[in-house]
T-cell receptor
Framework: AQSVAQPEDQVNVAEGNPLTVKCTYS??????LFWYVQYPNRGLQFLLK??????LVKGSYGFEAEFNKSQTSFHLKKPSALVSDSALYFC??????????????FGAGTRLFVKA | GAVVSQHPSRVICKSGTSVKIECRSL??????MFWYRQFPKQSLMLMAT?????????EQGVEKDKFLINHASLTLSTLTVTSAHPEDSSFYIC???????????FGPGTRLTVL
């Protein structure tokens, strides 16, 4: 069955340090992968997506993610965290299901806290 | 950046009634709009994708007759929750993608409570 896992409910990082928010997935076909962010008291925002091509995808606000097919992962990274990056991050995977039709599944979310 | 609005922001209705939620792209034309549902534990579910002038494409497991989607113009999509029941209570979020872009812009969401 199709699934997405964000193994960490919360990630704590000091400002200026690199950050990683993990995402792994399980699908039967080729996945489309997405990252979204939800800032406090604000709506969702799209960060980046992988459809095909270069495994390293660059997105908004200096974030990037690397598609790793062998490890079925799509971890979100940023070289130097900012306090303003503190938010809730969602990973999502879209794939064709073996029962027909596409399905998009979101992870449960990872809350990122960046301390000054 | 591009702005997407939703109306109403909150709605409370009685069980058995229908509720319509509007999603508008205010400063761009959106050929594609998406409807999501956010559950209490904060996980999101894509419900359907609507393209202007054509029928919506529903995700597997989403009832088409329960959640009616109309995308009548390049700036407006509506989601109607028909014969709502308490289990339909949720946070519904729309997003829009411009005709000439890849990025999605999200609305602020609509909190539906069915009594």
């Amino acid at each position: 069955a199709q699934s997405v896992a964000q193994p960490e409910d919360q990630v704590n990082v000091a400002e200026g340090n690199p950050l990683t928010v993990k995402c792994t997935y399980s699908v039967s076909g080729n996945p489309y992968l997405f990252w979204y962010v939800q800032y406090p008291n604000r709506g969702l925002q799209f960060l980046l997506k992988y459809i095909t091509g270069d495994n390293l995808v660059k997105g908004s606000y200096g974030f990037e993610a690397e598609f790793n097919k062998s490890q079925t992962s799509f971890h979100l990274k940023k070289p130097s965290a900012l306090v303003s990056d503190s938010a809730l991050y969602f990973c999502a995977v879209r794939a064709y299901t073996n029962t027909g039709g596409f399905k998009t599944i979101f992870g449960a979310g990872t809350r990122l806290f960046v301390k000054a | 950046g591009a702005v997407v609005s939703q109306h109403p922001s909150r709605v409370i209705c009685k069980s058995g009634t229908s509720v319509k939620i509007e999603c508008r792209s205010l400063d761009f034309q959106a050929t594609t709009m998406f409807w999501y549902r956010q559950f209490p534990k904060q996980s999101l579910m894509l419900m359907a994708t609507s393209n202007e002038g054509s029928k919506a494409t529903y995700e597997q497991g989403v009832e088409k007759d329960k959640f009616l989607i109309n995308h009548a113009s390049l700036t407006l999509s509506t989601l109607t929750v028909t014969s709502a029941h308490p289990e339909d209570s949720s946070f519904y979020i729309c997003s829009a993608r411009a005709s000439n872009g890849n990025e999605q812009f999200f609305g602020p969401g609509t909190r539906l409570t069915v009594l």
